[in-house]
Nanobody, 117 residues
Framework: QVQLVESGGGLVQPGGSLRLSCAAS????????MGWYRQVPGKQRELVAQ???????NYQTSLKGRFTISRDNNKNTVYLQMNNLKPEDTAVYYC???????????WGQGTQVVVSS
């Protein structure tokens, strides 16, 4: 059974930082492209960042420089470090694992991030 469990969300003031974690189980984590997406009510889910099995990263252009994605294959965990948070970063953040090799595509349940004073 595949599970992606996000943690680390919460309420933070503008300019603050949060680190999201996503712990994966039930998959061969090291071969998966791991990603973070976010969604606000009434809008489509959008890509925040991805990291490949080889460690290459891809970011939503507007977030590059504030957000950093990383992975620890020994812990089957992907992280999203978010700095200088803005109110418009408020969203539910979802972890995704995809692999074209084994045709896998899995989602976590999401973690809420609220940026507000």
């Amino acid at each position: 059974q595949v599970q992606l469990v996000e943690s680390g969300g919460g309420l933070v003031q503008p300019g603050g930082s949060l680190r999201l974690s996503c712990a994966a189980s039930g998959i061969r984590f090291s071969i998966y492209i791991m990603g973070w997406y976010r969604q606000v009510p009434g809008k489509q889910r959008e890509l925040v960042a991805q990291i490949t099995d080889g460690g290459s990263t891809n970011y939503q252009t507007s977030l590059k420089g504030r957000f950093t994605i990383s992975r620890d294959n020994n812990k089957n965990t992907v992280y999203l470090q978010m700095n200088n948070l803005k109110p418009e970063d408020t969203a539910v953040y979802y972890c995704n694992a995809e692999s074209p090799i084994v045709s896998g595509d899995y989602w976590g349940q999401g973690t809420q991030v609220v940026v507000s004073s």
